[in-house]
């Protein structure tokens, strides 16, 4: 059974910044292409980051040069440094894996972590 938990969450004012992580277990990681989303109040949800196998990076385009998303092997787990946080950025955030084995998809999310930005 996989499972990803989020932690990291809260409260910070406009300019701050927050570090999400995500734990993985019942999964080797290292061959998981791995995600953050976020999905605010009556919009869709929608990718922020993704850090592949390989370790190559993409950004939604309002967040690049303020968030990296990273991971590490080792400890299973993928992080998610935010800076220069703005109120559009309060959300709820999910961690994502992906992968494929053969034809079989597969493809799991985290419970969410909040994250508001406000004065």
């Known amino acids: 059974q996989v499972q990803l938990v989020e932690s990291g969450g809260g409260l910070v004012q406009p300019g701050g910044s927050l570090r999400l992580s995500c734990a993985a277990s019942?999964?080797?990681?290292?061959?998981?292409?791995m995600a953050w989303y976020r999905q605010a109040p009556g919009k869709e949800r929608d990718m922020v980051a993704i850090i592949g196998s390989s370790g190559s990076t993409t950004y939604a385009d309002d967040v690049k040069g303020r968030f990296t998303i990273s991971r590490d092997n080792a400890k299973q787990t993928v992080s998610l440094q935010m800076n220069s946080l703005k109120p559009g950025d309060t959300a709820v955030y999910y961690c994502?894996?992906?992968?494929?084995?053969?034809?079989?998809?597969?493809?799991?999310w985290g419970q969410g972590a909040q994250v508001t930005i406000a004065s």
């Open positions: 994502n894996a992906i992968w494929t084995i053969g034809s079989a998809k597969y493809n799991y």
């Open positions: 019942g999964s080797n990681l290292a061959n998981h292409t």
